[in-house]
């Protein structure tokens, strides 16, 4: 049996009681997060266009967009879902999937209960699929792609979103198998589009090609069967030439979660890339920790690890969108207001004098090797050292930051975090029962009430 065909039987095995509760958890954890930033999104600029793009191109009412209560077809919902849940690059990220599982995953799976009528249950066991499918890619496959310039949250996200989809519409194992070919062919994303409008559409691209791929092989579409591990295939045309071990790679399959490993689920306390977010806590514990006067810094010495420059792209941003992939903006910001938020990714808030003085005095110095399959502790660590005018130095590190799994974000934070991005686009009285809803989510017969709560 190949590898593709092994996963196809993995997605349609899988079964709601055969997740552990602490996976049923997370998952809930993981789709109330993208609830919480996809009504943020909401209120962002792109998704006026995208709504735009969705009346001009119709489609059937069969699922609704959050944050408006646009109903459209279930696919166009879930790109455009995703796209904003992604827009603020606040929702969650994976180590394992070396991007953004939520927005690739909840989106279309949201669409399809809402079309069809799935349950809270239906839709966890989904989005586990999904996830440990494309935490099934090995990380030395996932590391070069991301090297080489695409971007997994569109490219992985769509196998991922494709399985998921597959589980949700029942899919036969052969069904599931020419799905998977139908998707990997429709994977795409580029990382040089980030901080542009078109880095979220990768996740909306990826969620709606999951549906895309699903319905197709339902209905008889063919693709290869072996697309994962063929020559020219999934991840050989996508840059890997080695040799892999597939029974290693497929031996902990529905034995042991990735979603709950150390390099599972991280819910993002800052919305921004989440690189910068070592540095941010970095200086926050700076501050808790000494007092100074910003005005007498000479230097700022940013340790950072040897990948560390091919998220963050901006080292002189001029826009808001370009802030939150440059790590020199995000750690001057927490210099000068102690924390970042919703509210500091504009032009203005960008090209802030104080900021940019800051910013001004920073440099980049590789102090941390290669990011290491299995040691979350290795993957992205921070250090600030801070020079003074008078030689003082003051200096912290971060190697897990609050929100990975080993420094979960309380319960507290988290639902600010929610409550902070569901007020952009809800009433204050609609969100605790938003909230109480979401936090039962797999006690849902349907989603229809909470859908009816998302605009």
Same mark, same amino acid.
């Given at each position: 049996?190949g590898p593709t #065909?092994?996963?196809s039987?993995?997605?349609?095995d899988?079964t709601y $009681?055969?997740?552990?509760q602490?996976?049923?958890d997370?998952a809930? !954890?993981?789709?109330t997060?993208?609830?919480?930033?996809?009504l943020?999104?909401? @209120?962002?600029p792109i998704n006026?266009l995208?709504?735009?793009y969705a009346r001009d191109? +119709?489609g059937?009412e069969q699922?609704?967009?959050?944050?408006?209560?646009y109903? !459209?077809?279930?696919e166009?919902a $879930?790109?455009?879902?995703?796209?904003?849940?992604?827009?603020?690059?606040?929702d969650d990220?994976s180590?394992?999937?070396h991007?953004?599982?939520s927005v690739?995953?909840? &989106?279309p799976l949201?669409a399809?209960?809402e079309?069809?009528g799935?349950?809270g249950? *239906?839709?966890?066991?989904?989005?586990?699929?999904?996830? #440990?499918?494309?935490?099934?890619?090995?990380?030395?496959? !996932?590391?070069?792609?991301f090297d080489?310039?695409?971007?997994?949250? +569109?490219?992985l996200?769509?196998?991922g979103a494709?399985?998921?989809?597959c589980? %949700?519409l029942?899919?036969?194992?052969?069904?599931?198998?020419?799905a998977?070919g139908?998707?990997c062919?429709?994977?795409a994303?580029?990382r040089?589009?980030?901080g542009?409008?078109?880095?979220p559409l990768?996740?909306?691209?990826?969620?709606?090609?999951?549906?895309?791929?699903?319905?197709?092989?339902?209905?008889g579409? !063919?693709?290869a069967?072996?697309?994962?591990?063929?020559?020219r @295939?999934?991840?050989?045309?996508?840059?890997?030439?080695?040799?892999l071990?597939?029974d290693a790679?497929?031996?902990?399959?529905?034995?042991?979660?990735?979603?709950?490993?150390?390099e599972?689920?991280?819910i993002?306390?800052y919305?921004c890339c989440?690189?910068?977010a070592?540095?941010?806590d970095?200086v926050?514990?700076l501050?808790?920790?000494?007092?100074?006067? %910003?005005?007498?810094?000479k230097e700022i010495?940013?340790w950072?690890n040897t990948?560390?420059?091919?998220?963050?792209?901006?080292?002189?941003p001029k826009?808001?969108?370009?802030?939150?992939?440059?790590?020199e903006?995000?750690?001057?910001r927490?210099?000068v207001?102690?924390?970042?938020?919703?509210?500091?990714?504009t032009?203005e808030?960008?090209n802030?004098?104080?900021?940019?003085a800051?910013?001004?005095?920073m440099?980049?110095?590789?102090k941390y090797?290669?990011?290491g399959e299995?040691k979350a502790?290795a993957? *992205?660590?921070?250090?600030?050292?801070?020079r003074?005018? *008078?030689?003082?130095?003051?200096?912290?590190e971060?190697f897990?930051?609050m929100?990975m &799994?080993q420094?979960p974000?309380?319960k507290?934070?988290f #639902?600010?975090?929610f409550?902070?991005?569901?007020?952009?686009s809800?009433?204050?009285?609609k969100?605790a029962?938003?909230?109480?809803?979401l936090?039962?989510?797999?006690?849902? #017969?349907?989603?229809?009430?909470?859908?009816?709560?998302l605009?």
């Open positions: 049996m #065909e092994y996963i039987e993995f997605i349609h899988t $009681a055969s997740l552990p602490k996976v049923v997370t809930r !954890t993981a789709i997060d993208f609830i919480g930033v996809a943020a999104g909401a @209120g962002e006026a995208l709504h735009e191109v +119709g059937n699922a609704t967009v959050i944050g408006s209560g109903r !459209t077809s279930a166009m $879930a790109m455009l879902n995703g796209a904003i849940g992604h827009a603020l690059d606040f990220w180590m394992a999937v991007g953004h599982p690739f995953l909840v &989106p949201m399809l209960a079309q069809y799935f349950s249950k *239906d839709i966890i066991t989904a989005y586990v699929v999904g996830y #440990e499918c494309v935490a099934l890619i090995p990380f030395a496959v !996932t590391l070069r792609h080489q310039g695409w971007h997994p949250t +569109g490219t996200g769509t196998f494709t399985a998921a989809c589980k %949700l029942g899919l036969s194992v052969e069904e599931t198998n020419r998977i139908i998707g062919s429709m994977a994303g580029i040089c589009n980030n542009t409008m078109t880095k990768h996740a909306g691209n990826a969620a709606a090609n999951g549906i895309k791929a699903a319905k197709l092989a339902k209905l579409y !063919t693709s069967k072996n697309i994962i591990e063929i020559t @295939g999934f991840l050989y045309s996508f840059g890997y030439t080695g040799e071990d597939w790679i497929l031996a902990p399959v529905g034995k042991k979660f990735q979603l709950i490993g150390n599972g689920l991280n993002k306390p919305p989440g690189g910068n070592f540095a941010i970095a926050k514990l501050k808790k920790r000494h007092n100074f006067d %910003l005005k007498d810094i010495e940013l950072v990948i560390a420059y091919l998220p963050l792209i901006y080292h002189n826009k808001g969108l370009e802030g939150k992939f440059s790590l903006y995000n750690t001057a927490a210099l207001d102690g924390n970042v938020g919703l509210s500091d990714f032009d808030r960008v802030d004098p104080a900021v940019r800051l910013m001004s005095k440099i980049w110095t590789v090797g290669d990011p299995g502790d993957f *992205d660590p921070k250090g600030v050292l801070i003074m005018n *008078d030689g003082t130095e003051y200096f912290e971060v897990i930051h929100g &799994p420094n974000m309380p507290d934070e #639902e600010k975090k409550h902070d991005c569901a007020s952009i809800l009433p204050k009285n969100i029962a938003c909230y109480d809803m936090s039962r989510f797999e006690e849902l #017969e349907t989603v229809d009430g909470l859908i009816n709560m605009h």
